[in-house]
């Protein structure tokens, strides 16, 4: 796309009359940004941004966070909005094509996806080669990425409709192969997808159906679970999304990237981080225990962080945690829980926290996953298929960035510089010399 400068900052280089001009580029939303690209050639040096806390690395019109004020926005909805009143297939359409569907296309797009659940026969094996206690995120990088070993008709990044049926068939088969790993693990069948279900109670009816029982998805946990994947589906360029577009700016294949994706999200600074919620809350084990484990955290030599709290974009309530904590309400009436020592222990661990100096002073907030691994945990979801949930509803997110960076004429490879600071150039030395 064709950014259109509406000023420029200058960069001078001091004790020099040497300078040049950036433009600046305005979005639709959010801060001005500089556009340095012929810094080099204009002035020889880089810009040095580890952690790319203050880089735009692509333009984007599918995801706007406004992490001060806490807002999200998926193609201008608000997410509250969203998970409220829209379904996640709903939102798949919205991400992937930039609008909401009328009732036709809604119903086209549905149909379209769901066909693609089933995944080729031959990938079962695959299944097989890993031990049974592997982790489900280490399956499902694996057999993701054999995706395109068995998808050849739908390769060519440069074909729209290559493009256009890869992310159908990555969003219909995620689910299927998440649950197999499931499956896999605890040693029972693997349970076949079923197009006559919605997409959250299908992932849902493939985890706990047997094939020896009659197995009904409970309508309410369906329906969390969709506003999950409503809350994970995107947002904006995050690690794993902008492990997928770095991917995906070479040429390599949307299977490849997104498998790429899954491994970036697998980390515990990322997508891991329900998991380690669940396993701090088992630490912690009481309330009583509560200041102890503050204290930890504030210590800088402990290297304990509060999981789930904290966020580089939002200095703000997330607001994915406020739907997450009001949807734990939720599940845990309808499953009959009414004291959760988890919950109950969360509830407190977070209002400690947000009265604490340390916390407020350092913006830190609870994030999307402070609540998710209670609601999952309470569904049923064992802890090490969090993560894979996260995946499972992200792919859109992925598949969308993904499409809009190859659909872009002017998307490049992405290829960062650095700092050198290593040894100069030196001549070699014969080893009886060193
Ligand atoms: N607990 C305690 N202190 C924290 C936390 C936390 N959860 N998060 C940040 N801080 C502190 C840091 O120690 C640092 O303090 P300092 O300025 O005294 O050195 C300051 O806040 C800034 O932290 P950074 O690590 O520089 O912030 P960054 O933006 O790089 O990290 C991150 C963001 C990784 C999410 C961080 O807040 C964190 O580790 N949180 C816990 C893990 C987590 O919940 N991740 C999920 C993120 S949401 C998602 O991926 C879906």
């Known amino acids: 796309m064709t950014l259109k400068p509406t000023g420029s900052v200058t960069i001078s280089i001091d004790g020099t009359d040497r300078s040049a001009k950036a433009p600046l580029i305005p979005g639709t939303l959010g801060p001005d940004v500089a556009d340095i690209r012929k810094l080099y050639g204009d002035l020889g040096i880089f810009t040095f941004d580890p952690g790319y806390g203050g880089t735009a690395a692509c333009d984007s019109k599918i995801t706007y966070i406004d992490g001060d004020n806490g807002i999200l926005l998926h193609r201008g909805y608000p997410i509250d909005q969203l998970a409220e009143k829209s379904s996640f297939l709903e939102v798949c359409h919205l991400l992937l094509n930039g609008e909401l569907p009328n009732a036709a296309e809604k119903e ?46 739908s390769l060519d990044i440069n074909d729209p409709d290559h493009r256009r049926i890869s992310a159908f068939r990555l969003i219909a088969k995620v689910p299927t192969i998440a649950a197999w790993a499931y499956k896999y693990s605890i040693g029972q069948p693997f349970v076949y997808p079923r197009n006559d279900l919605g997409y959250a109670e299908n992932f849902l009816y493939m985890m706990n159906a047997v094939p020896a029982e009659e197995y009904k998805v409970n309508p309410v946990l369906a329906k969390a679970m969709d506003r999950i994947l409503i809350l994970h589906a995107d947002h904006e360029q995050n690690a794993s999304t902008s492990t997928v577009r770095l991917a995906g700016s070479t040429g390599a294949n949307p299977f490849a990237c997104i498998a790429a994706g899954i491994a970036s999200l697998w980390g515990p600074a990322h997508g891991g981080a329900n998991e380690a919620v669940l396993k701090m809350l088992a630490e912690i084990g009481h309330k009583d225990n509560i200041p102890d484990f503050i204290a930890k955290v ?22 994915r945690a406020k739907i997450m904590e009001r949807t734990c309400h939720e599940v845990l009436t ?10 109950d222990l969360a509830m407190e ?20 996953d402070f609540y998710s691994g209670i609601i999952l945990k309470a569904m ?33 490879i992405g290829r960062p510089r650095q700092i050198y600071t290593g040894a100069p150039q030196r001549d070699y030395v014969p080893v009886e010399k060193r």
């Open 334 to 343: 309808e499953l009959g829980i009414k004291d959760d020592p988890m919950l």
């Open 349 to 368: 661990l977070e209002r400690i926290a947000l009265s604490d100096e340390y916390f407020i002073s350092k913006k830190l907030y609870p994030n999307v």
């Open 298 to 319: 504030k210590d800088k030599n402990s290297n304990v962080r509060l999981m789930g709290f904290g966020h580089r974009v939002y200095k703000n309530y997330d607001p």
């Open 380 to 412: 049923g979801i064992p802890v090490s298929m969090f993560t894979v949930l996260f995946a499972v509803a992200r792919t859109v997110g992925w598949v969308s960035q993904w499409k809009e960076m190859v659909e872009d004429p002017a998307q490049r």
């Open 108 to 153: 086209a797009f549905e149909k379209g996806v769901l066909r693609h659940t089933m995944v080729h026969e031959q990938l079962r094996s695959f299944y097989n080669g890993f031990r049974r206690d592997a982790h489900p995120m280490a399956v499902i990088c694996g057999v993701v990425g054999a995706l395109s070993a068995f998808y050849h008709d």
